[in-house]
């Protein structure tokens, strides 16, 4: 798809841009005729206004005129830049999974979402959101992380994403494991101060040391209270479920203020209702939301490291964060995506609508 961009000032802009903003195709790069000259010479006198952006922002070229499976894999066909300078909102890859407890393969789910991705149209047709005419938006890569060291991975996303959100960018994160939420909020909190937390999940991943190591998957949001990162009384902690390790898994959540919503509370409902309620609770503060793909039931989303019987529905997972709109969001994750178990890759193709329609709740998005 790096083929098909071309730099204007700063900023990088889709080869649609560049054929509306000329209105010819004859001053645009020679890999245009790649598209063949009547896909081109369509999308050079396309309606602007139904297709296209504004050109100050980024579009993904759409697959009417650009074959889905060309190009480098990035996360919505979206222009790849090394940083988040400039941009509104950015997705940025965690490829982890040192710190999962079970099945291993998490450090393979951004690639996997990235090439999963390529189905995302511009528009979300369910809300009307227009995320591409409201925000620059880009895919800035991945963390260096380092495979072999849990805690200088934490450490290494920190300083990552203390640069991010140093620009004012959104973090749009592809986990990865559930570790990764406690560095992240390091570093969200350490511009925002303590921050409400959607958190929807199967398990708590509240606990205080899991054989012997305090930093792992199930351990993120223990860690992030200690150090004052959370908002406690702002926090919900959405579809928790499973065996647990005593009676009351989640008595320790309760005690911190937290709003524990167990999936029994959500089977056979909308989640609607439920989000109303949470949109008050969030009030007007900073919130970051943190979505673990083992919340949705392993039938959905089999691809994951400790799937849990009985889950939310993809449905559910739409209501949850498109009532997310109006909150000021400041960060989303979606996390533990195991490629290795996900046989069809519909795993990972749910994991990338959903962190579109996370893109579509953010401030600022225009609807139509
Ligand atoms: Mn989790």
């Known amino acids: 798809m790096f083929t098909f961009l071309k730099q204007t000032g700063k900023r990088s802009v889709s080869v649609f841009e ?25 999308a050079a006198n396309i309606d602007p206004k139904r297709r296209f952006s504004d050109k ?34 950015a997705f940025v890859g965690v490829p982890i999974d040192t710190g999962t407890s079970n099945r291993p393969g998490a450090r393979f789910g951004p690639r996997q979402i990235r090439a999963e991705s390529a189905m995302l149209r511009a528009f979300n047709g369910g809300t009307r959101a227009a995320p591409y005419e409201s925000l620059m938006v880009a895919d800035i ?82 860690r992030c209270v200690e150090e004052g990162l959370l908002d406690c009384k702002r926090v919900v902690q959405i579809g928790l479920r499973g065996t647990g390790y005593s009676p009351d898994a989640y008595q320790w959540s309760r005690e911190q203020g937290f709003r524990v919503v167990q999936v029994e509370e959500c089977w056979f409902k909308s989640l609607t209702p439920l989000m109303a309620e949470v949109r ?43 009532g997310c709109r109006g909150l000021n969001l400041i960060g989303c994750d979606l996390v533990e995506v195991s490629p290795p178990y996900d046989t069809t890759g519909n795993t990972a193709l749910t994991a990338a609508n959903l962190l579109f329609e996370m893109m579509c709740v953010l401030p600022k998005i225009k609807y139509y």
């Open 141 to 222: 890569g991945d963390v260096n992380v380092n495979v072999y060291d849990l805690k200088d991975t934490c450490k290494r996303i920190r300083e990552a994403y203390r640069k991010i959100v140093a620009t004012g960018c959104i973090p749009l994160t592809l986990g990865g494991d559930h570790t990764i939420a406690y560095p992240i909020l390091q570093a969200v909190a350490e511009k925002h101060g303590p921050v409400g937390l959607i958190h929807v999940d199967a398990h708590a991943d509240t606990s205080d040391v899991v054989l012997g190591e305090k930093i792992g998957h199930g351990t993120p949001f223990r």
């Open 18 to 42: 560049a054929l509306r903003t000329t209105g010819t195709i004859s001053g645009i790069a020679p890999q245009t005729a790649a598209y063949g000259g009547e896909y081109a010479v369509r």
């Open 280 to 322: 008050k609770q969030m009030g007007d503060g900073p919130v970051y939301l943190s979505f673990d793909i083992d919340a949705l039931d392993p039938a959905f989303a089999p691809g994951t490291g400790t799937p849990e019987i009985a889950g939310l529905t993809p449905i559910q997972a739409l209501e949850i964060i498109r």
């Open 56 to 89: 100050r922002y980024n579009v993904p070229p759409s697959a009417e005129f650009v074959a889905r499976v060309s190009g480098i894999a990035t996360m919505g066909k979206l222009p790849f830049q090394e940083s988040a300078e400039g941009l509104d909102a």
